[in-house]
């Protein structure tokens, strides 16, 4: 069992439409990031987590520690949101990747 | 602009060849790291460093080599003991271990 599972694996959304991404984790953490993963590979860090929230523009990130499980949620989705989205969790100073989730959003 | 480079975008190899992977930032930061991507599966630990003229093994090192030699500069050496070196290689650095790390546009490798 990998100790980062995301769900769902894929998402359609039509344009306008609110998402969500999970993530939940099996391990003690010290943060928790959320990715964004573009078709020509680059990678950009969303959030880092430790506790509670954390909101930037339309996207909004929670992390529960109890449950160890996060959300990803984005408000008034748009075509350019359509990306991988990376959840990782940070323990002992290491990185532990889920494997991502495809979003696509049409117009 | 600061930023972190990877060249080549796409690199290919030849069976038996060693080929280096090139990582340089402007980011002033300390530490520094590889990531190889598969399809289907999430980013995997080659290789870290937290200091110039230190590294560290990751989870996969087998196969690969890197060096330190300058705080900007994290080169990844894929050698031909690398059965399965066809993937996506990600370099990214962060000011101390722990922190944010950015990442750099990613380096294609083919086997011929």
């Known amino acids: 069992k990998n100790e980062v599972e995301q769900s769902p694996q894929n998402l359609t959304a039509q344009e306008g439409e609110f998402i969500t991404i999970n993530c939940s984790y099996s391990v003690g953490i010290s943060a928790l990031h959320w990715l964004q993963q573009h078709p020509g590979g680059g990678i950009v860090s969303l959030f880092m987590?430790?506790?509670g929230k954390k909101k930037h523009g339309r996207l909004i990130a929670t992390i529960n520690i109890q449950e160890k499980h996060s959300s990803l949620h984005i408000t008034a989705s748009h075509p350019r949101d359509s990306a991988v989205y990376i959840c990782a969790v940070r323990s002992n100073y290491k990185l532990t990747f889920g494997k991502g989730t495809l979003l696509t959003v049409n117009p | 602009d600061g930023g972190i480079t990877q060249s080549p975008k796409y690199l290919f190899r030849k069976e038996g060849q060693n080929v280096t992977l090139s990582c340089e930032q402007n980011?002033?930061?300390?530490?520094m790291y590889w990531y190889r991507q598969d399809p289907g599966q999430g980013l995997r630990l080659i290789y870290y460093?937290?200091?110039?003229?230190?590294?560290q093994k990751g989870d996969i090192a087998e196969g690969y080599s890197v060096s330190r030699e300058k705080k900007e500069s994290f080169p990844l050496t894929v050698t031909s003991a690398q059965k399965n070196p066809t993937a996506f290689y990600l370099c990214?650095?962060?000011?101390?271990?722990?922190?944010?790390?950015?990442f750099g546009p990613g380096t294609r490798l083919l086997v011929l």
């Open positions: 990214a650095s962060s000011i101390g271990q722990g922190e944010t790390q950015y």
């Open positions: 987590l430790s506790s």
């Open positions: 460093s937290q200091i110039v003229n230190d590294f």
């Open positions: 980011l002033n930061h300390d530490a």
